[in-house]
C-alpha cells in the first residue's frame, strides 16, 4: 500500500515536470505529450520517464510527437529506456541517460551516520545495480532519459 502511494506521489511529481497534461496510462505503450517546456529533459530534446512499467514522453514538436508515438507503440515503457532500441525504430542522435531514481517513504530514509562511501564506476557498469542492498516494500523505482532526435 505504502509503495502505491509513494508511486502515485512520483507519477505527479513527474507530470507535473511535463508542463502539458499527460498520464501513465498503461505499461504497453507511453502518453506522448507535446511540451516545448518540458522540465523532463533539456530544451528541444524528449524526455521520457517509466514508473512501473508505465511511460510518459514529452516531445518539443508535432513531428517528433509522430515518431515518439511510433516508437512508443513498438517498445514497451522499458524499452523506451533502452538506447539500442531506440536506435532501432528512431533516428536517435544522442542520449543522456537513462538514470535510476529510487523514492522511499520518510520512514524508510536512514540517514548515514559519519562519512559516506563514494565509489566511481565505468559508465554502463550495472554492478552497482546487482549489489544494492534489500530495499524495503515502501519504495518506487523510477526510470528517466533524454534524446535528441534529427
Known sequence: MTSDL??????????EL???????ASSES?????????????QSWTGIVV??????????SAQVA?????????????????????????????VLGPASLLYLARADFLPVQGGAAV?????GDASPARSSPALPESQCEVHSGS???D
Open 147 to 149: 534524446l535528441w532526435a
Open 30 to 42: 507511453a502518453d506522448v505529450v507535446v511540451s516545448p517546456g518540458s522540465r523532463l529533459c533539456p
Open 66 to 94: 509522430r515518431l515518439m508515438v511510433g516508437a512508443s507503440s513498438k517498445l514497451s515503457g522499458e524499452g523506451l529506456l533502452d538506447e539500442d532500441r531506440l536506435r532501432e525504430v528512431l533516428p536517435v542522435l544522442d
Open 18 to 24: 511535463a508542463m502539458e497534461p499527460v498520464e501513465f
Open 6 to 15: 509513494l508511486c502515485d506521489r512520483a507519477r505527479e511529481l513527474w507530470v
Open 119 to 123: 565509489e566511481e564506476v565505468a559508465c
Open 51 to 60: 514508473i512501473d512499467g508505465a511511460g510518459i514522453v514529452t516531445v518539443p
